[in-house]
């Protein structure tokens, strides 16, 4: 089994700075992908960044400038640096592990609150 655990969730200001941590842990045999979801009240959930094996990212154009997915060497940490937040970034972001094509896992969810 693998096990995610997301942290850095919270409240900030417009304009603020958050920094999502996901570890992975547990039987970790490969690695294809891993990176962040994210779901408002009442919307379908949304892939907001991703970072494949080798190291390309994907990010959405709704977060493109502001957001920065980035990796431990190890790839079993993943991070999402979110800059120049805004109301809309709402959202309980999910953390996620490719072990392969058919094989998904995800976090627990954090909550982020963008309000002033």
């Known amino acids: 089994q693998v096990q995610l655990v997301e942290s850095g969730g919270g409240l900030v200001q417009p304009g603020g700075s958050l920094r999502l941590f996901c570890a992975v842990s547990g039987s970790i045999f490969s690695h294809k992908a891993m990176g962040w979801y994210r779901q408002s009240p009442g919307k379908e959930r949304e892939l907001v960044a991703g970072i494949v094996g080798h190291g390309n990212t994907n990010v959405a154009d709704s977060v493109k400038g502001r957001f920065t997915i980035t990796r431990d060497d190890a790839k079993t940490t993943v991070f999402l640096q979110m800059n120049s937040l805004k109301p809309e970034d709402t959202a309980v972001y999910y953390c996620?592990?490719?072990?392969?094509?058919?094989?998904?896992?995800w976090g627990q969810g954090t909550l982020v609150t963008v309000s002033s």
């Open positions: 996620y592990f490719d072990r392969s094509i058919n094989i998904r896992y």
